[in-house]
């Protein structure tokens, strides 16, 4: 019965000892996914475009627009009349 035991628990233990190593091994390949993920993100934002700013441009032909300004103004005036 002694041996019986002994042999039970050595058993116990293998299968233990197999869970343990089928952990280990899930672990480090979550790592090594977690360490490939990373490296595509990191290349992914390396490679994405520049975010663009808006500049102000300033229109240096000032007297075309005031001309305009002016005809639409005329306009306004005609059209109310």
Do not use: W, Y
């Amino acid at each position: 019965m002694q041996t019986d035991l002994e042999e039970a628990k050595a058993q116990e233990l293998v299968k233990f000892q197999n869970s343990l190593e089928e952990m280990k091994n899930k672990i480090e390949e979550a790592n090594a996914l977690i360490i490939k993920e990373r490296e595509t993100a990191k290349k992914a934002i390396d490679d994405a475009p520049p975010v663009i700013k808006e500049t102000q441009v300033l229109v240096e032909d000032t007297k075309k627009i005031d001309s305009l300004t002016e005809e639409v103004e005329n306009l306004k005036v005609r059209s109310s009349i």
